[in-house]
């Protein structure tokens, strides 16, 4: 079936960086595009980025942007979080999601953009 | 804050129906998507587009949209839908994703 296995919990000091793996299997690793959210302890969700697999191609939320770097090792079906800079507020689960990106059956043009399924998260523990 | 509002928490009785609301100017150009998230657990995705189910999430979820408010109604609610409702869609861009702030739901 189609999983992501996501890395182990990680305890970084403020001003380090984190690398966040997520390894897709069970379908076609590059007909999907991987999106980052992540969640602090009692908070939301916030998206964070998408990678295109097959181009490399990226974006990025603006609060992120200088600060992340996704990448991907398509041998091995793998795509990678960095966020640099570390700081006590970026103390959060970090979750990878496989996204669908369909054309509407009913409005002709419009793309559906949905993650249909995600990764267990990772916990990234800022903390001097 | 974000784009897109909903409204912090929402009771409803069991069997009862209950509406989520999700509000932004994006919504106008854009359809929400809806995600469910239990305590401890990773988003599940319950409805994305003009009311589209993936398959295996119960026909009491229903999705709308009037405006610039999409609604997620559950009718007939269970007790194991209790739990953490987020819409996402675009910002006013239309290039970014944004997540509203999420709905609690309890259910009594």
């Known amino acids: 079936q189609v999983q992501l296995e996501q890395s182990g919990a990680e305890v970084k000091k403020p001003g380090a960086s984190v690398k966040v793996s997520c390894k897709a299997s069970?379908?076609?690793?590059?007909?999907?595009?991987i999106n980052w959210v992540r969640q602090a302890t009692g908070q939301g969700l916030e998206w964070m980025g998408w990678?295109?697999?097959?181009?490399?191609?990226?974006g990025y939320a603006q609060q992120f942007q200088g600060r992340v770097t996704m990448t991907t090792n398509t041998s091995i079906s793998t795509v990678y979080m960095e966020l640099n800079s570390l700081r006590a507020d970026d103390t959060a689960v970090y979750y990878c999601?496989?996204?669908?990106?369909?054309?509407?059956?009913?409005?002709?043009?419009?793309?559906?953009?949905?993650?249909?399924?995600w990764g267990k998260g990772t916990t990234v523990t800022v903390s001097s | 804050s974000s784009e897109l509002t909903q409204d912090p928490a929402v009771s409803v009785a069991l069997g009862q129906t209950v509406r989520i609301t999700c509000q932004g100017d994006s919504l106008r150009s854009y359809y929400a998507t809806w995600y469910q998230q239990k305590p401890g657990q990773a988003p599940v995705l319950v409805v994305y587009g003009k009311n589209i189910r993936p398959s295996g999430i119960p026909d009491r979820f229903f999705g709308s949209i009037s405006g610039n408010t999409a609604s997620l109604t559950i009718t007939g609610a269970q007790a194991e839908d209790e739990g953490d409702y987020y819409c996402k869609s675009r910002d006013s861009s239309g290039v970014r994703l944004v997540f509203g702030g999420g709905t609690k739901l309890t259910v009594l």
């Open positions: 990678l295109n697999p097959k181009s490399g191609n990226t």
């Open positions: 999601a496989r996204t669908r990106r369909i054309p509407s059956t009913t409005d002709v043009g419009y793309y559906h953009y949905y993650m249909d399924v």
């Open positions: 069970g379908y076609t690793f590059s007909t999907n595009e």
